[in-house]
């Protein structure tokens, strides 16, 4: 499955990702490595809508 194909994300696309997350166990490492690009990629995202709507604003 691939969640992130496209260049814009909605809260649903995190969503899923976060819970594909929770069906691997904690201790893999494997799911600590996705977790910190998972939340790379929230704040990438936050950081792009938050230039959207300043240039909006202008």
């Known amino acids: 499955m691939k969640l992130f194909r496209a260049s ?10 976060e819970l594909l997350l929770e069906e691997l ?11 910190l690009e998972l939340q790379e990629l929230k704040k990438i995202h936050a950081r792009k809508a938050k230039a959207e709507r300043a240039e909006g604003s202008c």
């Open 8 to 17: 814009r994300y909605d809260k649903e696309t995190f969503d899923k990702a």
């Open 25 to 35: 166990r904690p201790e893999n490492p494997l799911r600590r490595r996705l977790s």
